[in-house]
Each structure stands twice: as C-alpha cells, then as structure tokens.
C-alpha cells in the first residue's frame, strides 16, 4: 500500500542528488535534516531552520552522532526570514508543518508565516527544483494551513511550476502533502 513518506522521499529524489543547495524550513528534530545531508553529500549545502532552541539543540546532536558530512548551517528564525540567509538557488525545499514531536505543542506553524515561506520558497527554486509540504490536518491551524496552501497553489502559473496534492482520501486527517515542482 501506498506509504507517504516513502513516495515523499522518492519525490525529491527525482530532483536532487549530489552536490546541491537544499533547504529543511522546519527542522524539527533533524531527521529530514539528517536525510537531506546524507542525500546531498559533502558538496552539498543544507540549510535547516527553526524557531525553537530545543529544535536545534537536538538536530546538532543528531547529526554529530550520525556524523555526517559538516555540509549543513542551521538558523534559529523563522522560516519565513529565509531569504535573509539563503542567496543561492535551491534545488529542494521540505516543510514538515505543525509541532515539534516530543513538546508541549504550544509551538506550532502557522498559516500567516507559513504563507511568506513559501512564497520565499518558491521564488529561490531552481529549475527542476522541488518544494514539499507535509500538512497535518488532525488540529485546527493545519487545517488552516491546508486550506490556505490549496488556494495559494492553485494560482501559480502552471507554465511555470506544477503544483499537486498527495492525500490518503479514506484517511481524512492523516497527513498529506503537497509538491511544487519547477519547470
Ligand atoms: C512537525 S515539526 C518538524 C519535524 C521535523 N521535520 C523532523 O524531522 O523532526 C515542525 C517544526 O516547525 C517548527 N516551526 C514552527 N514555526 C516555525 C517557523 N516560523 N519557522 C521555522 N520553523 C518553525 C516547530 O518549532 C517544529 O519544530
């Protein structure tokens, strides 16, 4: 049966590999960090951003232990101030929306942020790049958030990128996600 996150992976995999500039806008606790290192290499760049120290502090711990390749930077700010660190084109972008796992869940993206992101996001693409967005509609803001993406995609001039939406429709708030892919 169809498993999201593998065909996530499977995704991103058809538009990066070795060598490029990537970027993790919520890193959580690494482990998308930690795949976009592996994926990229030693010259490769992964950028990670997060709002929470304690998000950082584990991701370092991560990917020290995993001991990876030193081929990332994380930032403690907002994902949607990406364009103050980024000025490269990236080849991928990954957005894992809603709260960190293992907190309190006071801390959660939202729709007003996630918004400016994206568009940031999109705009940094490289040709033949990708953005993904993994929304978790089973609480009230990504439902917002969903919604918001939904519209906000659907103008995207689709000479341009293609933009879609993976959902389990038996499963209504598990989480889906949604792709944009430039030409
Ligand atoms: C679902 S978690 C990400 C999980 C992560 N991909 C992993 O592998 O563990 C969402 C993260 O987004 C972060 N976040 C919330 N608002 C943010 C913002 N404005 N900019 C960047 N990160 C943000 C949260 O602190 C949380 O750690």
Redesign the pocket.
């Known amino acids: 049966m169809t498993d999201l996150l593998e065909l996530q992976k499977s995704f991103l995999l058809r538009h990066i590999g070795e060598g490029d500039t990537v970027a ?10 930690l795949w976009l290192s592996n994926t990229v290499g030693k010259n490769g760049r992964v950028y990670a ?4 120290p304690q ?1 950082l502090e584990s991701t370092r711990e991560l990917l020290e232990r995993e001991a990876v390749s030193r081929n990332y930077t994380l930032i403690l700010d ?3 101030e990406c364009d103050k660190y980024i000025d490269t084109p990236i080849k991928a972008g ?1 957005f ?6 293992g907190s309190d869940k006071k ?4 729709h007003q ?1 996630t918004r400016v ?1 994206v568009e940031k996001a999109i705009n940094m693409l490289a040709p033949d790049g990708i953005l993904l967005i993994a929304v978790y509609p089973g609480h009230d803001e990504g439902t917002v958030e969903g919604n918001m993406l939904a519209e906000m995609l659907a103008e995207y001039n689709r000479r341009k990128y293609c933009c879609a939406c993976f959902r389990i429709l038996n499963s209504p708030i598990s989480p889906f996600f949604y792709t944009i892919e430039s030409k």
């Open positions: 993790d806008f919520t890193m959580g606790n690494g482990h998308d960090t951003f997060d709002i929470q998000a907002s994902h949607s990954v894992n929306l809603g709260y960190l796992p801390i959660t993206t939202l942020t992101a």
